[in-house]
Structures are given as structure tokens and as C-alpha cells.
């Protein structure tokens, strides 16, 4: 039996160990910072805020290239491959206004912009992926 159906599986785990590495290593090194007295406790949580949006949008605009399961059928392929690239746009935008409210928007605005954007960004996911699955359904 072949130990490694395919190549692209072992580079999605590694690309998420990859991005998991840099957010526990620059959280410690603000962590260390703090520690040393160069930066205050506000701006730990704004940069390490900033790192892990940056992180999951890097994440987010790997989607659609990711391995799934393979596909029944030409359509299933083409939808899913349409899913996947709306959810990697909401999403990395999503993330990358996180991000950037962390850097720059006073701490109460990015608490709830960057909430708000996640949440606008996963809304955007689902309702497409529901009106792609009902006109799908709709159209056979």
C-alpha cells in the first residue's frame, strides 16, 4: 500500500507547521522583549495580534491549492474548486484586515473590527457555498 497516496498532502501539514512555528517563535520573542523591558504588555498582544492575522491569511490564500477528497464528478470538481476559491478571497481578506486594525486602530475598535471581520468573512464563505449548493441542487 502506498504510504503517501499524494505529495501535496505532506506539503499542506508542513506549510501549517511552517506558519505554527513563526507565531509560537515571534511570541516568544515579544514575550522575550517584554520580559527585557522594550516593549510594554499592550504592544505583546497588538504584534502577536498582527503575526497570527498575517499567519492565517497566509493560511487562507493556500486554499484553494490544498488537497481534498478527490471529486465524483467533473461538476463536484468545479464546485468545489469555486468554493475553495471564494472561501481563500473572504478569508484572506478577512484576515488581513484583522491584521491591519491590530496595527493601527485603537485597541477597542480592533477587538471588535477584527471580530466583525472574521465573522463578515465567514458569512461570505458560507453564503456562497449554500447558494452554490442550491442552484447546483436546483439546476439537475
Do not use: C
Not at 512555528?21 to 504592544?43: H, P, S
Not at 470538481?77 to 481563500?88: M, P
Not at 478571497?89 to 473590527?113: D, S
Amino acid at each position: 500500500m502506498n504510504e503517501n497516496p499524494n505529495p501535496r498532502i505532506r506539503q499542506d501539514i508542513l506549510f501549517g507547521l511552517k506558519l505554527g512555528a513563526v507565531m509560537i517563535g515571534a511570541a516568544l520573542l515579544f514575550t522575550l522583549a517584554r520580559k527585557q523591558g522594550w516593549i510594554d504588555a499592550e504592544q505583546v498582544l497588538r504584534w502577536n495580534s498582527v503575526v497570527m492575522g498575517l499567519a492565517l491569511a497566509a493560511y487562507a490564500n493556500a486554499i484553494p491549492k490544498m488537497y481534498g477528497p478527490p471529486p465524483r464528478t467533473l461538476h463536484h470538481a468545479t464546485l468545489a474548486q469555486a468554493v475553495r476559491r471564494v472561501t481563500s478571497w473572504a478569508l484572506t481578506l478577512a484576515f488581513l484586515v484583522w491584521a491591519a486594525l491590530w496595527a493601527f486602530a485603537p485597541r477597542g475598535i480592533a477587538q471588535i473590527g477584527s471580530v466583525a471581520a472574521v465573522g463578515t468573512g465567514v458569512a461570505v464563505m458560507f453564503g456562497y457555498l449554500i447558494w452554490k449548493a442550491t442552484r447546483s441542487a436546483s439546476g439537475r
